[in-house]
């Protein structure tokens, strides 16, 4: 086991470091490699920046121009003052270096003490200050939102959506899919042009229609009104029917052959063999699941049922949004699904290629 993992080891670093040249770079392993890392800077930038965005304060996050490190500004504690003051450093006049406590600040001119005497209010403008400040994480911007926000609650009504709508829409399509690949009857034709051409029809067309139907049935303001009509997905009928022309009658004859049940040939047959284009339309429903929010928006309105994108939404008000906190609940968010996607990413590349063709 240990030397197999060490080969793979040495599989992996020699196809990352191999080149073109033998003794030196070839002017394209030098093209490849600024291409790869300007690739890797695109699609991971944006998240080293939210993640570390998420860790500053409002103060820092509201300056112009923006950091990449949160920072924060160090304070000092002079006696006589119950909370740590600011702490500054005179780059001008005559306490040029020193080190000084802001204690207030208005129209652009600051009163500020000297540590050694508290007693002394000293009068500068903010061009002779500059803040003293460190490398630091606000980490109360993800504890305070366990005390101000039900984030748990938030948190259990996407993980039971996207569970529930995953799993039965995995049982619908791939039923559906087994009876359009596998069965010849009249219209089978007729029905998967059908399916195939609800792909062309955008969701904005069939909202109205299909909030009347939820609500109808009783189903406004319940998850179920947010899972039933994701039971089926003409993506994932198509899908899984490309994948299923694959797998040889003669399998399924002979299991008929032996008195086996179209249910039993479903269920022990056609599922194992489909695993790897299952496993790809569950990644991607998951995907989707978790992250939908327009029709979530329109049939949940109390806030017992709010999924986390939901919750996402209400830190944004008319006149001010709460970036902290937003930013905050944004990472927890996508660790959830950036944890699926990771495990589970090895089955996107080979069950899409598979559904192709034979």
Request: proline share 6%.
């Amino acid at each position: 086991m240990a030397n197999s993992k060490s080969a793979s080891r040495v599989g992996i670093w020699g196809f990352l470091s191999a080149t073109r040249g033998r003794d030196r770079l070839h002017w394209t392993d030098w093209v490849s490699y600024g291409y790869l890392c300007l690739g890797v800077l695109l699609m991971f930038g944006p998240v080293v920046w939210l993640v570390l965005s998420s860790f500053k304060d409002q103060n820092v996050l509201d300056r112009f121009p923006p950091r990449f490190l949160p920072y924060a500004q160090e304070t000092i504690d002079v006696p006589g003052f119950d909370a740590p003051l600011p702490a500054f450093e005179v780059i001008a006049g005559d306490l040029q270096g020193q080190i000084v406590g802001q204690t207030r600040r208005a129209a652009g001119r600051s009163e500020v003490i000297l540590p050694a005497n508290p007693d002394e209010r000293i009068r500068l403008t903010t061009d002779q200050l500059r803040p003293l400040e460190g490398v630091a994480f606000a980490t109360e911007n993800y504890t305070e939102l366990f005390g101000r926000f039900n984030f748990l609650q938030f948190f259990w009504n996407s993980t039971f959506i996207t569970v529930v709508s995953t799993l039965i829409m995995l049982t619908v399509n791939s039923m559906a899919a087994f009876a359009l690949s596998k069965y010849e009857f009249r219209g089978r034709t007729a029905v998967l042009l059908l399916v195939i051409g609800t792909l062309m029809i955008p969701l904005t067309v069939v909202l109205v229609p299909l909030f009347l139907i939820v609500t109808k049935l009783g189903m406004f303001n319940s998850v179920w009104g947010v899972i039933i009509p994701g039971a089926a997905t003409p993506t994932g009928v198509f899908l899984l029917r490309q994948y299923m022309i694959t797998i040889p009658d003669e399998i399924l004859e002979a299991a008929r052959m032996d008195k086996a049940s179209e249910w039993k040939i479903y269920w022990r047959i056609i599922v194992p063999l489909s695993a790897p284009a299952i496993a790809v339309l569950a990644i991607l429903a998951i995907m989707w699941r978790w992250n939908d929010f327009l029709w979530p928006l329109i049939v949940l309105t109390r806030s017992e049922n709010f999924t986390l994108q939901l919750a996402l939404n209400s830190f944004q008000g008319e006149l001010q949004t709460d970036w902290p906190s937003l930013l905050a609940m944004t990472v927890l968010t996508l660790l959830p699904i950036a944890a699926v996607f990771m495990f589970l990413q090895k089955y996107i590349a080979t069950g899409i290629a598979s559904t192709g063709g034979k």
